[in-house]
């Protein structure tokens, strides 16, 4: 049950992002994402390296979405006042920690085809993202963007799988 709620809980706290911010409903993607990520945390034993590779998976998303909005590749929904708009938006910060919350579950099968993991992350990252452009909830500006976002999301998903937690969560 776990596993699965891991998985499906990651796309139900996407829709929530994507949908929400673009409909003005900026409550919804907070109270499904601290569902998720409380269910996750809970679930760790010990918590610390959860929390610590949560908070390294944050910080490699922030530098990419950061980059892309200061390079004016990405205009984000509701995204901060002049002259921080380029920022990642607070949303995509959840999303980005519900993306290292579900990694493991997602993503085990991956830990020994780290090359099957960066093409995986560089054609899947873009396609997230043009999802949740048809979705309203940012306006990527040309295809360059989408290349320094397959890029970066290659990079992403190798330090992903090369640092997913070791200790043992149940996935049943």
């Known amino acids: 049950m776990y596993f699965w709620w891991m998985i499906l809980g990651f796309q139900a ?7 929400g ?22 679930k760790q034993s010990p918590k610390k ?9 944050l910080l490699y998303g922030f530098l990419l979405d950061s980059t892309l909005g200061l390079l004016g590749f990405i205009v984000y929904e509701s995204a901060y006042p002049k002259p921080m708009e380029w920022l990642q938006p607070w949303w995509m910060s ?21 090359p099957i993991a960066v093409v995986l992350g ?37 330090q992903t799988i090369k640092n997913l937690p070791k200790q043992q969560t149940p996935l049943q």
């Open 49 to 57: 390296p959860a929390y610590l590779f949560l908070l390294r998976i």
């Open 13 to 19: 706290v996407w829709f929530s992002c994507a949908w």
């Open 122 to 158: 560089a054609i899947s990252g873009p396609i997230a993202y043009f999802s949740g452009q048809k979705l309203g909830a940012f306006i990527t500006l040309d295809i360059l963007g989408y290349a320094v976002l397959s890029l970066g999301f290659a990079v992403i998903m190798y």
């Open 21 to 42: 911010i673009s409909h003005h409903y900026p409550l919804l993607p907070l109270l499904v994402s601290l569902v998720y990520l409380n269910s996750y945390i809970s």
């Open 94 to 114: 959840l999303l980005w920690l519900s993306f290292a919350a579900s990694a493991k579950a997602s993503f085990f099968w991956l830990e020994k085809r780290l």
